[in-house]
């Protein structure tokens, strides 16, 4: 079995995950996390636009045949096109393809161009290219200089996009050939480790999700206990995880306390040390004093493309397509719901705002769950937005956050699991509220859903599920801390 240049970053990422990968494969997950699909396909998009910086080229792959795209790269580096694009290779026991190779006549090399939807050059594209360097000069392809294509956040659209302002090149040549030594010695040991009979053992540190997240999470955590070191608030340092698997510490509860040093991690660790709830009833009742009445529940669905949708955007600023509003006008008053969702293949910025200054008066408090997004939005609305940026403006001056009860620690329980974030407290406080049942349950998806929802190729028919399944998951939001505030006034 080849080593490819995926495998070996596994490897460099933790041996047993490569081990796995070629001898277990069947316990990778059946399907992929939408998520980590929604990268893949956003950076074979940003792709496309790449290839048009190399006018000429020509695609040596064919489909999922390997072996016939081997070898048109073959013949295609007898021809020397202006550029080949998906050029693979395989010698040695080692496998690439490479996003974009290009003749330089000068040198008479070959250079690597490797494409990322990053907006910079990041430490992990490093070993990447100094792989594809390697293999493609081991099956006797001289290797020049090695560039990263990636996106240029300042590129604002205006009409078509401009791919030449889009992508940025960097040439990091000098990074890549210093790294390749020890590549070399890597290499040797990942191979080593596909002649492994046995699964290799491996600690259980940060490697797990860092760079990405392994496919093997699942199999190698199967005997990590709930509430265990690894989920200390915080996060411990990998020294500190050793030092505790060193004396056989795994629960959370038995890590000595003076390790425990800050605050938010210290309340954690006596929620689930002491399984006593602390409430603060005085730090709360001063934190909701603040509130005016009415009451206004809002929360933005955003979606932040690599390649902006529409002019006047940059690559990854969020768009901010949707909102769900609770509105109570008195304590006790019933609740007033309002809704806003763009439906079009259009900026929403406009629509959205006109709609939501409708609904909000002049007075009264708006209450968010993690005011910074929240404020951010409204910033950049104001800005996109002139004739509306008073009354974001207001909205930011007027905002309470409901998430400092218990990001401050007012309201702390183990079953929060160390964190203040929505999807954590709600089931504690409120359980017969639920994300599980929805069909779009996190924020994730509903991003790329909406981005589905308004493709004009999306049939009419699934436009419409999906519109509906947009305006439970926002609506569920803010239903959840009109219920967390009744919660905390109730103490």
């Known amino acids: 079995m080849n080593l490819t240049k995926s495998s070996y970053l596994k490897f460099l990422q933790c041996p047993k995950a490569l081990w796995l990968y070629k001898f277990r494969p069947e316990l990778k997950p059946k399907e992929t996390d ?55 290779v395989s010698s040695g026991g080692l496998f690439c393809k490479s996003d974009i190779i290009v003749y330089n006549a000068k040198s008479k090399k070959w250079d690597i161009y490797e494409v990322k939807s990053s907006t910079g050059v990041k430490d992990v594209h490093l070993p990447d290219l100094a792989f594809q360097k390697l293999c493609f000069e081991q099956a006797g392809v001289a290797i020049g200089r090695t560039y990263l294509v990636h996106i240029n956040n300042e590129y604002v659209r205006q ?13 990091i040549t000098w990074e890549v050939d210093e790294l390749l030594p020890d590549t070399r010695l890597n290499i040797k040991d990942a191979q080593k480790v596909y002649a492994l009979k046995a699964e290799p053992q491996a600690r259980i540190l940060k490697q797990c999700s860092s760079p990405y997240e392994c496919d093997f999470i699942e199999y190698c955590w199967k005997d990590v206990p709930p509430e265990s070191i690894y989920d200390l608030a915080g996060k411990l340092s990998e020294e500190n995880i050793s030092l505790l698997l060193d004396q056989g510490i795994i629960k959370l509860k038995d890590i000595p306390e003076a390790m425990v ?19 603060d009833k005085q730090a709360i009742k001063e934190e909701l004093s603040q509130l005016k009445y009415p009451l206004y529940f809002l929360d933005y669905e ?57 609904v909000i008066g002049k007075k009264g408090s708006v209450i968010v769950w993690n005011m910074s997004f929240e404020k951010a939005r409204n910033s950049e609305l104001g800005e996109r937005c ?16 409901l998430m400092l009860v218990f990001k401050k620690g007012y309201y702390v329980h183990r079953g929060f699991e160390g964190s203040a974030s929505l999807k954590c407290v709600l089931p504690v406080l409120v359980p017969k509220l639920s994300y599980e049942e929805l069909n779009i349950s996190e924020g994730g998806t509903a991003s790329e859903s909406w981005r589905e929802m308004i493709d004009p190729e999306t049939t009419k028919a699934e436009s419409n599920a999906i519109y509906n399944d947009l305006l439970q998951y926002c609506e569920l939001d803010t239903k959840a801390m009109v219920e967390i505030l009744g919660k905390l006034q109730a103490l």
Do not use: C, M
């Open 386 to 401: 002139p004739e509306y940026e008073a009354f974001f403006n207001s909205l930011n001056e007027r905002i309470v956050d």
């Open 261 to 279: 040093t800050s605050a938010r991690a210290r309340r954690h660790y006596q929620a689930v040390k002491t399984d006593q709830i602390h409430i």
């Open 159 to 171: 009409g078509e996009i401009a791919p030449d302002q889009l992508l940025t090149i960097t040439n």
């Open 302 to 358: 955003t979606f932040s493309p690599a390649v902006p949708l529409f002019d006047g955007w940059r690559p990854y600023q969020p768009i901010t397509f949707q909102y769900s509003l609770h509105v109570q006008t008195a304590p006790g008053a019933p609740l007033v719901h309002h809704s806003f969702l763009a439906k079009e293949w259009q900026d929403p910025s406009e629509a959205l705002a006109k709609e939501l200054r409708k």
């Open 34 to 88: 939408p998520a980590l699909q929604r990268r893949f396909d956003e950076g074979y998009y940003v792709e496309s636009f790449a290839y048009q910086l190399f006018p000429g080229g020509v695609n040596a792959e064919e489909d999922d045949d390997l072996a016939k795209t081997i070898s048109n790269t073959t013949r295609l580096l007898q021809e020397k096109p202006p550029a080949i694009f998906q050029a693979a």
